[in-house]
C-alpha cells in the first residue's frame, strides 16, 4: 500500500496570510490527525477527523481548523498566519486510530 | 509537570553497543504505547507498538513496560549507524471513542562506527 501522502511538501509564507495543506492517508484508513512539530515543544496534537467527523481537538487557537472528506482525505487551514506557526506539520493515517502512521510532513516557514 | 518526560540526550554510543532509551508518563489512563523514529526532515516511523506491561521484541527493538512505575523503555541490540536518529515515545488513550497521541520531546542518538 502507499503511505500517507503530504502536499505541500514546503512552503513560505508572510505573516497574516492563510495557509492549507492537505494529506492523502493510507488506502482504507479512516482516521487523520494533525500534529504540529517545532523543536521546543516537539510533536503537539492538533486535531483528528474519523469519517469526515472530527473526533477529538488539541489546544490549539481557532485559527487551526480541518475537516476530512468522504474519500478520507484531509486538509488542515491555518488563518491569520504567525510567526509562532512555522513548523512541521505531520498527518497520520489510522485504521480505527490506534496505530498512526505518519507522513512526510508539510515545512511551513512564516515570514 | 509534563505528560510524557523523555531525555532529550544527545545520546553518543560506539556501534554494535546496547542503547537504552526511556521515557515516564504522568496519567495512569494511557492504554497504549509506542515507539517511533525520525530521521532528520522525514516524517516518524512506527517502530513499536504495545498495549501491555511486559516486554515485547521485534528483530534488534525490544519495547519494555511498566504501567505500575509509569515507565516505558525501547533497548536497540547491536546498535548500527543507521539507527542514528531521533527516537520519540508515545503513549495513547482513547476515552470516549477518540484517539490522541501525546509524544516526548524526543532523544537524539549517534551510533558511531
Known amino acids: 500500500k502507499a503511505g500517507v501522502t503530504q502536499t505541500p511538501r514546503y512552503l513560505i509564507k508572510t505573516r497574516g496570510q492563510q495557509v492549507t495543506l492537505s494529506c492523502s492517508p493510507i488506502?482504507?484508513?479512516?482516521?487523520v490527525s494533525w500534529y504540529q512539530q517545532t523543536p521546543g515543544q516537539g510533536l503537539q496534537f492538533l486535531f483528528e477527523?474519523?469519517?469526515?467527523?472530527?473526533?477529538n481537538k488539541g489546544n490549539f487557537p481557532g485559527r487551526f481548523s480541518g475537516r476530512q472528506f468522504s474519500n478520507s482525505r484531509s486538509e488542515m487551514n491555518v488563518s491569520t498566519l504567525e510567526l509562532g506557526d512555522s513548523a512541521l506539520y505531520l498527518c497520520?493515517?489510522?485504521?480505527?486510530?490506534?496505530?498512526?502512521?505518519f507522513g512526510p510532513g508539510t515545512r511551513l516557514l512564516v515570514l | 509537570q509534563k505528560e510524557v518526560e523523555q531525555d532529550p540526550g544527545p545520546l553518543s554510543v560506539p556501534e554494535g553497543a546496547i542503547v537504552s532509551l526511556n521515557c515516564t508518563y504522568s496519567?495512569?489512563?494511557?492504554?497504549?504505547f509506542m515507539w517511533y523514529r525520525q530521521y532528520s526532515r522525514k516524517g516518524p516511523e512506527l517502530l513499536m507498538y504495545?498495549?501491555?506491561?511486559g516486554n515485547k521484541e521485534d528483530g534488534r527493538f525490544t519495547a519494555q513496560v511498566d504501567k505500575s512505575s509509569k515507565y516505558i523503555s525501547l533497548f536497540i541490540r547491536d546498535s548500527q549507524p543507521s539507527d542514528s536518529a531521533t527516537y520519540l515515545c508515545?503513549?495513547?488513550?482513547?476515552?470516549?471513542?477518540?484517539?490522541?497521541?501525546?509524544f516526548g520531546k524526543g532523544t537524539k542518538l549517534s551510533v558511531i562506527p
Open positions: 497520520a493515517s489510522s485504521d480505527q486510530g490506534e496505530t498512526q502512521y
Open positions: 488506502s482504507g484508513h479512516r482516521s
Open positions: 477527523y474519523f469519517s469526515e467527523t472530527q473526533r
Open positions: 496519567n495512569s489512563a494511557f492504554q497504549y
Open positions: 504495545t498495549y501491555s506491561s
Open positions: 508515545a503513549v495513547g488513550d482513547s476515552g470516549a471513542g477518540s484517539y490522541q497521541l501525546t
